[in-house]
């Protein structure tokens, strides 16, 4: 009876133990074993005790022929191990195209991305940041993150990096601001920044989002020009007004005044022919008394010198209504280009009159010219004031600023020169930066060569570039296109 209830039992164990002992002869692991089982366990329990009786006797005979099971199982543990491969390479490929889609994400992105790592080593380093900064991934991949800053910048970025690990405390996280960025050449430039922490796999990391706003900077740079240049201008546009009445009539009651000295100056030496000798020593004495002489000879010259200042400030109020004259809709004007270039030489004579002489040299074939001409009006005052700057800084007694215009093909072409220290070769392609100056603290913000190559070439479509020689001089050219087309 024991017979009848066990048989079937005892033959599946039997048979699982076979297996297992042929396992451990053949090599395959038993987690392989069980999947076999697993595969035949319906059809095991289909057979009668009499056919498992005869498999566990058939396995257990084999056993003295592992080779045999091996040919047996090998295409089934082949089919298994390929599986599991499949699965494996299966998840690195999708695991890749991850990281690939990404990557693409990454370098498709406007802004400069960098990421680093807690000791400030450059990880990852985006497209924008190659054009941003001009480094390639493989030049950066590994640097200290502080090479991308100007050098004061630089000396403190380990010390915040290091103070955040002790403390865990910052004021920067999270936040955007308005930071220096250097790029491979040298050049800084004005950046917002953003920079937020991570953890991979438990290791702490550091990604900054970096937009390059040096353009922003420097439009802005130009509508705070405009606007202050608008504001001089509707002041100065006042103030002639205000000065045009009353220099006119000074300049009047001047001419009727020399015209009364000259007849007094006439009554007086009739006077004296007609009096009687014996009154003439009287009249001596009192001419002598009261100066009469001096006054007559220096009366005529006081009033011509009152005429020529009168005559001054009214060349000075032309020369500012000129200068601040805004065309509200902003469009092209037609302008008489020597009287422009006058008027900015009158408005800047304070800065050159001790300092340096005046040439100027006028090609009869310029006359009027089609320009922005409030703008321009500013690019000749920049211009002038830098020569005189530069005139000054040779301190080398009095210099020269020569001021000449030419037809140059189908442009017209400007040329500033100055006697002064002239420009290192080493910053001369520096000089049209936003914000970069050579002069002290008060007398130089760098816009104003900015803000005239901007007006000269965006606006005007023209160029502007310069010669210059250290101790010799600097001359600066101003072309302009003489077609009138608008080609924005």
């Not at 090479?147 to 004061?152: G, I």
């Not at 000065?243 to 006119?248: A, E, K, R, S």
């Given at each position: 009876m024991s017979n009848q209830l066990s048989p079937e039992p005892t033959l599946k164990r039997n048979f699982i133990s076979s297996l297992l002992i042929i396992s451990a002869v053949i090599g395959i692991s038993e987690a392989l074993v069980m999947l076999l089982l697993d595969a035949l366990r319906p059809w095991l329990i289909l057979l009668t005790p009499m056919q498992n009786a005869a498999l566990d006797a058939m396995l257990l005979t084999s056993l003295?022929?592992?080779?045999?099971?091996?040919?047996?199982?090998?295409?089934?543990?082949?089919?298994?191990?390929n599986e599991q491969a499949r699965s494996a390479d299966q998840v690195r490929l999708n695991s890749e195209l991850r990281t690939a889609q990404f990557n693409t994400i990454l370098d498709t992105f406007p802004s400069a991305i960098i990421t680093i790592d807690k000791t400030g080593i450059v990880q990852r380093f985006n497209k924008a940041a190659e054009r941003v900064f001009g480094y390639s991934i493989g030049e950066i991949a590994g640097q200290n993150i502080s090479?991308?800053?100007?050098?004061?910048i630089a000396a403190q970025h380990d010390g915040y990096l290091q103070r955040y690990l002790n403390t865990q405390e910052s004021t920067i996280l999270g936040n955007r601001r308005e930071v220096e960025g250097q790029r491979k050449n040298g050049d800084t430039f004005p950046a917002l920044l953003r920079v937020n922490s991570m953890k991979?796999?438990?290791?702490?990391?550091?990604?900054?989002?970096?937009?390059?706003?040096?353009?922003?900077?420097?439009?802005?740079a130009q509508l705070v020009q405009a606007q202050k240049l608008e504001a001089i201008g509707q002041l100065a546009s006042g103030v002639?007004?205000?000065?045009?009445?009353?220099?006119?009539?000074?300049?009047?009651?001047?001419?009727a005044l020399h015209d009364n000295v000259a007849d007094i100056i006439v009554y007086q030496q009739a006077l004296h022919d007609l009096a009687d000798e014996s009154l003439k020593p009287q009249l001596a004495a009192l001419a002598e008394k009261y100066d009469l002489?001096?006054?007559?000879?220096?009366s005529p010259k006081a009033i011509q010198q009152a005429q020529e200042g009168v005559e001054r400030v009214a060349e000075i109020v032309k020369a500012m209504k000129t200068?601040?004259?805004?065309?509200?809709?902003?469009?092209?004007?037609l302008i008489d280009l020597h009287e422009a270039i006058k008027s900015a030489l009158t408005i800047s004579r304070n800065s050159y009159k001790y300092i340096a002489e005046i040439e100027t040299d006028f090609c009869s074939d310029v006359g009027m010219i089609e320009c922005y001409a409030n703008e321009l009006n500013q690019v000749f005052l920049n211009l002038l004031i830098n020569a005189a700057h530069a005139?000054?800084?040779k301190r080398d007694g009095m210099g020269l600023i020569r001021i000449s215009t030419r037809n140059v093909d189908n442009m017209v072409e400007i040329l500033i020169q100055d006697s002064g220290a002239g420009i290192p070769a080493d910053i001369q392609e520096k000089?049209?930066?936003?914000f970069f100056t050579t002069k002290e603290v008060g007398k130089g913000t760098g816009q104003g060569l900015s803000l005239s190559h901007s007006i000269v070439v965006e606006k005007h479509c023209g160029k502007l570039f310069f010669e210059s020689s250290v101790g010799v001089g600097t001359t600066f050219h101003i072309q302009l296109p003489l077609n009138r087309e608008d080609r924005h």
């Open positions: 003295s022929t592992p080779l045999l099971w091996r040919l047996a199982l090998k295409p089934l543990v082949k089919r298994i191990a090479c991308l800053m100007p050098s004061a991979i796999d438990g290791d702490l990391f550091f990604f900054g989002v970096i937009d390059d706003i040096s353009e922003t900077k420097t439009l802005q002639a007004h205000e000065i045009n009445t009353p220099i006119q009539y000074i300049g009047d009651n001047l001419s002489a001096f006054i007559l000879e220096d200068f601040s004259h805004i065309e509200q809709n902003q469009n092209k004007q005139i000054e800084e000089v049209f930066n936003l």
